[in-house]
């Protein structure tokens, strides 16, 4: 069999695999966060593991191009163990019961964990399986690389280009979203803010800790409410969490409240400080209207309109927090005086 083929799944997983392990670097509380979120037992999560985890992807990828043979071999195996570590991790969140929001590349991966991440990592499993076999050849990627005719590196620029035409083509498309995030440039958070005409509150339900079902128009009939989406145990979510009582507190009508796709008793468990002020999002349905991820914020007005928000990101969150404030300030709702607490 011709050698060409067999040179793509290792250059593949190398890619993926550096690509990955530099964005856990450069958020490394997002690795901490999927740690907990994924339930990953404690021994690892409060030991090196997360830490050690993105340079441990990057290895890989470095040995992956530049070990030979035999030790490829090795190499190879290690790679598949890892990828199917992941696949387990993966199909045993799809069974908690809630969704789990995971960063398996970083903040380029942040997201829910679906029936669909789950394949993905199935298909990395076939492209670790078809590693294995590649490492069986004489010599190192790179230098198997250097040696091929022109015509395999026109066979690999052919797929290259393939890929980049799919990702370009369909990598983009974020539907179902009642509004479309732009990325603000310039932050460390990576921030989400949507600027947009206001519009009626979409048709969407939370669950209180009654557990009564409370339709948007309901809870906005005494005033203006402030939902905070969070995910107890995750990283960047923690300033927001604390923080929620005393915004509550300091913004007179607007009332603040926390919003979890966990099931509430056992949010409550976590962050036992938001008794009386969490709410529960089923099915994570409005963070997927809204299109943010945690933590998020929007406002509800009390005529029924959305007025304010959405927006993502830690300095976001907390930016808008001041925003509200500062609105209501103006407005003589509020009195004039102390800033309100950003949590930074």
Excluded at 16 to 43: D, I, N, W, Y
Excluded at 71 to 90: C, D, E, G, S
Excluded at 308 to 329: C, H, K, M, N, Y
């Amino acid at each position: 069999m011709p050698d060409s083929p067999l040179l793509l799944p290792p250059l593949l997983l190398a890619i993926l695999l550096a690509v990955s392990g530099a964005a856990k670097l450069r958020h490394p509380e997002e690795t901490h966060s999927a740690f907990v979120q994924l339930r990953v037992p404690q021994v690892l999560t409060s030991s090196g593991a997360p830490r050690l985890l993105p340079w441990a992807e990057i290895a890989l990828a470095a040995a992956l191009v530049l070990v030979p043979a035999p030790f490829a071999l090795v190499v190879a195996v290690l790679t598949l163990l890892l990828l199917l570590v992941y696949l387990l991790v993966i199909v045993r969140a799809l069974g908690f019961g809630y969704p789990v929001t995971c960063s398996c590349f970083g903040r380029l991966g942040m997201g829910e964990v679906t029936p669909r991440t789950a394949v993905r990592n199935a298909l990395l499993v076939v492209v670790g399986l078809l590693a294995v076999w590649s490492a069986t050849a004489q010599g190192s990627v790179l230098t198997r690389l250097l040696d091929a005719p022109a015509a395999t590196w026109a066979w690999l620029g052919l797929v290259a280009l393939t890929v980049a035409v799919v990702v370009v083509t369909f990598g983009g498309t974020k539907g179902g979203s009642l509004a479309s995030p732009e990325t603000a440039p310039g932050g460390e958070d990576d921030l989400v803010e949507v600027d947009y005409a206001r519009q009626p509150m979409p048709y969407a339900a939370l669950v209180d800790e009654d557990g009564r079902s409370r339709p948007l128009t309901d809870l906005v009939a005494g005033g203006a409410v402030l939902l905070v989406f969070i995910s107890p145990g995750c990283a960047p979510c923690a300033s927001a969490i604390e923080q929620v009582p005393e915004w509550d507190d300091s913004l007179g009508p607007v009332r603040v409240r926390a919003v979890t796709s966990l099931p509430l008793e056992t949010a409550l468990q976590q962050v036992p400080d938001l008794t009386g002020r969490v709410l529960q999002d089923p099915q994570a349905t409005l963070l997927r209207i809204f299109g943010v991820g945690t933590p998020g914020a929007v406002l509800l007005g009390g005529d029924g309109l959305l007025a304010g928000g959405p927006v993502q990101g830690t300095s976001a969150v907390a930016d808008f927090i001041v925003d509200v404030r500062t609105e209501l300030e103006e407005a003589g709702v509020l009195p004039a005086g102390e800033p309100v607490s950003d949590g930074r």
